[in-house]
T-cell receptor, first 114, second 111 residues
Framework: NAGVTQTPKFQVLKTGQSMTLQCAQD?????MYWYRQDPGMGLRLIYYSASEGTTDKGEVPNGYNVSRLNKREFSLRLESAAPSQTSVYFCASSEPGHNTDTQYFGPGTRLTVL | QKEVEQNSGPLSVPEGAIASLNCTYSDRGSQSFFWYRQYSGKSPELIMF????GDKEDGRFTAQLNKASQYVSLLIRDSQPSDSATYLC???????????FGAGTRLFVKA
C-alpha cells in the first residue's frame, strides 16, 4: 500500500519548456488535489478533482492544466514553464466524509525553472 | 478571499514544556479543522482534526476550537525535540471541496 506517489521527485526546466507531473493513489479515494508550496506562503491549491471525470480551478490555476486520467491518477501539466513556477508541488487525495476529509500527501516534486 | 492566519514563528520551547500553536480563520461557516505537521523537506501529515467546539485530546496533543471567536489552537504537552517541525492549520471550505491552509508555524524544541 504505497499511498500517494509522485513522479518525478526533482526536475529542472528551462523557461518555455513543458512537462507533466504524475500522481497516483491506491487508497480508492474520490478526491485528488494539486498544491504548490513556496517559502512563507503555505500550501496553495492549483487544481482539484472532486471525483473521477471532474476538475476545478483552485486558488492559483494560471499556467497549469490537469487531467484526471482515472480514479487513481491525476496529472498536472505546465505548458510553458516560467521562473515563477519554481516551487515544491504536492499531490494529495482524500475521501470526503471519511475522517472529515483528511488529505494524504505524496512526497512532493521539487521543480526549478531557470 | 477566505483566509487562515498563523504566526510564522519560530516558536522555541524547552524540552518537556507545553507548546501552544494558534490559528484564526475568516470563513465563519467552516465546520472542519485540521492540524498537519511537516518536517523539513517532507510532505504534510495529519496530526488531528476537530469539528466541535471545545477540546479534543490525542496523546500529547490537544486541539481546541472556538467557532464564535474563529480560533483553533494546538497544544503539545511534554514537547520533544522530535516535535520540531512546521505545523499547518487547515480549514475546510464550506463552499466546496477545498481546504485552505495557513502558512504554518515553525516550532523548535530545545533539548
Amino acid at each position: 500500500n504505497a499511498g500517494v506517489t509522485q513522479t518525478p521527485k526533482f526536475q529542472v526546466l528551462k523557461t518555455g519548456q513543458s512537462m507533466t507531473l504524475q500522481c497516483a493513489q491506491d487508497m480508492n479515494h474520490n478526491s485528488m488535489y494539486w498544491y504548490r508550496q513556496d517559502p512563507g506562503m503555505g500550501l496553495r491549491l492549483i487544481y482539484y478533482s472532486a471525483s473521477e471525470g471532474t476538475t476545478d480551478k483552485g486558488e492559483v490555476p494560471n499556467g497549469y492544466n490537469v487531467s484526471r486520467l482515472n480514479k487513481r491518477e491525476f496529472s498536472l501539466r505546465l505548458e510553458s514553464a516560467a521562473p515563477s513556477q519554481t516551487s515544491v508541488y504536492f499531490c494529495a487525495s482524500s475521501e470526503p466524509g471519511h475522517n472529515t476529509d483528511t488529505q494524504y500527501f505524496g512526497p512532493g516534486t521539487r521543480l526549478t525553472v531557470l | 478571499q477566505k483566509e487562515v492566519e498563523q504566526n510564522s514563528g519560530p516558536l522555541s520551547v524547552p524540552e518537556g514544556a507545553i507548546a501552544s500553536l494558534n490559528c484564526t480563520y475568516s470563513d465563519r461557516g467552516s465546520q472542519s479543522f485540521f492540524w498537519y505537521r511537516q518536517y523539513s523537506g517532507k510532505s504534510p501529515e495529519l496530526i488531528m482534526f476537530i469539528y466541535s467546539n471545545g477540546d479534543k485530546e490525542d496523546g500529547r496533543f490537544t486541539a481546541q476550537l472556538n467557532k464564535a471567536s474563529q480560533y483553533v489552537s494546538l497544544l503539545i504537552r511534554d514537547s520533544q525535540p522530535s516535535d520540531s517541525a512546521t505545523y499547518l492549520c487547515a480549514v475546510r471550505d464550506t463552499g466546496g471541496f477545498k481546504t485552505i491552509f495557513g502558512a504554518g508555524t515553525r516550532l523548535f524544541v530545545k533539548a
